[in-house]
C-alpha cells in the first residue's frame, strides 16, 4: 500500500510506493565506471597540461603538474559560476548577479578504470581531507555564501567525463535545497534546542531497521525515513558535528571509510550503478543558523529518472522502501559479491 512519508530535513512529502516496482522499466544501466583506459582523457596522470593548473593535491614525493599524484584539485575549465567581484544588473523580475564564485574538479582517482569505491577507506578519508582544505580556502574568499561538494558518477548520473571526480562550488547565493534544509535545521534547533540531524540519527539507531552502519562512535549510516530515492544514504559523523571545514583528520577518516563502504556496497549490489553524492562544506550564516547545522553526505544510485511529478511539483516517488533498502545494504559484506536477486530489488533496476 503506497504511502506519503514526511522527511523533516527537507520539509516535503515522499511517496512511498514499493508495488509500482511491477511496472515496466525500459531503462537498463551499463557499469558507471569505465572499462577501458581513454589516453585521451584530461584526468587521467600524464595530460596533467590538459586541465588548468592545480590548486592542491596529494601527492607522494611528485612535482605539482606531473604524474604521482593520488588526488589532484584543479579550477572548472568550464565553471558553472563566475569568479571575480560580485556585480549585481537589473531590478524586479530581471535581476541577476555576476562574479563572486569558484568552480573547481577535485580528482579522486589517478585510475581511469577504478572509481573512489575501488581505491579503499584510507584513500577515501584522505579525499575527504583534500576537500576540507579547499572548502576553507573557498568559504574565505571575498563573496562566497555557500560552498557544495558533489559527485556525479557515470553518464546516466551527469558527468560528462568518465573518469571518477568530485566537483566543488563556491556561490555568493544559497541554492533552494540546501536554503530549505538550513531553515528546517534552524526552526528545529530553535524550537526543541537539539539539533535536527542528531536528534534523527538518534531515532534512527533506536528504531534500527533503517540502519546500514551504527558504531557507538565515528559514523552512522542509514535510508532516511522520508527518502525520495531509492538506496538513499546518509552518512553523518557520529556523534553529530556542525561544521565540516572544522572536523579533526580522525573524524575525515572515519567518515570516508563508511562512504567507501556505502559506495562498494552500492557498486555489488546494483551492478555499478550511477551515483549522485553532494554535501554542504561550508557556509556563512549566522551564529545561530550553524549551531543548529551538522554536516552529512547524502548518495544515492540513479535508478530511476526525474518524471513529471518530480520536475513539474517538486515531489518524489521512491518504489523501494528504506526499510527495504537498508536491509539490502545492511546484509552485504561491502568485500563479497552478491547477486541482485531479491524481492527487495526491483527486477527493472538491474542489469540482468
Known sequence: ?????????????????????????????????????????????????????????????????????????????????????????????????????????LIDSPHHT????????????????????????????????????????????????????FQILGLPVGTGGVEKKLEQEAVFYQERKSTLLGRMTEEERAQEERMVEMGEEGAAVFCPWGSRFPYLTCITPWPTETLFTESAPETLATVGAALARTLR??????????????????????EESLKAHRWHIELFPRLTPLAGLETGLGAHINEVAPECAADRLRSLDPGEHVASSSACFHRGLSHE
Not at 274 to 281: A, D, H
Open 1 to 105: 500500500m503506497p504511502e506519503s512519508r514526511y522527511d523533516p530535513h527537507r520539509g516535503e512529502w515522499t511517496l512511498i510506493a514499493p508495488g509500482r516496482r511491477a511496472r515496466p522499466h525500459p531503462a537498463h544501466f551499463t557499469n558507471a565506471t569505465p572499462k577501458e583506459e581513454d589516453p585521451a582523457c584530461p584526468f587521467c596522470p600524464g595530460n596533467e597540461s590538459e586541465t588548468p593548473p592545480e590548486v592542491a593535491a596529494i601527492r607522494d614525493e611528485s612535482v605539482e603538474n606531473a604524474p604521482g599524484w593520488r588526488a589532484r584539485c584543479v579550477a572548472n575549465k568550464f565553471p558553472a559560476a563566475g569568479s571575480g567581484e560580485i556585480e549585481r544588473e537589473g531590478e524586479g523580475f530581471f535581476t541577476s548577479l555576476r562574479g563572486g564564485g569558484r568552480h573547481e574538479v
Open 114 to 165: 577504478k572509481s573512489l569505491a575501488d581505491l579503499g577507506e584510507a584513500h577515501a578519508g584522505a579525499v575527504l581531507g583534500l576537500l576540507q582544505e579547499r572548502a576553507r580556502a573557498l568559504a574565505g574568499a571575498s563573496g562566497i555564501r555557500c560552498v557544495y561538494a558533489f559527485k556525479n558518477h557515470g553518464a546516466k548520473a551527469g558527468a560528462s567525463i568518465l573518469h571518477s571526480h
Open 265 to 286: 556496497r552500492y557498486k555489488k549490489l546494483l551492478h555499478d550503478p550511477p551515483v549522485n553524492l553532494s554535501f554542504l562544506l561550508a557556509a556563512n550564516g549566522s
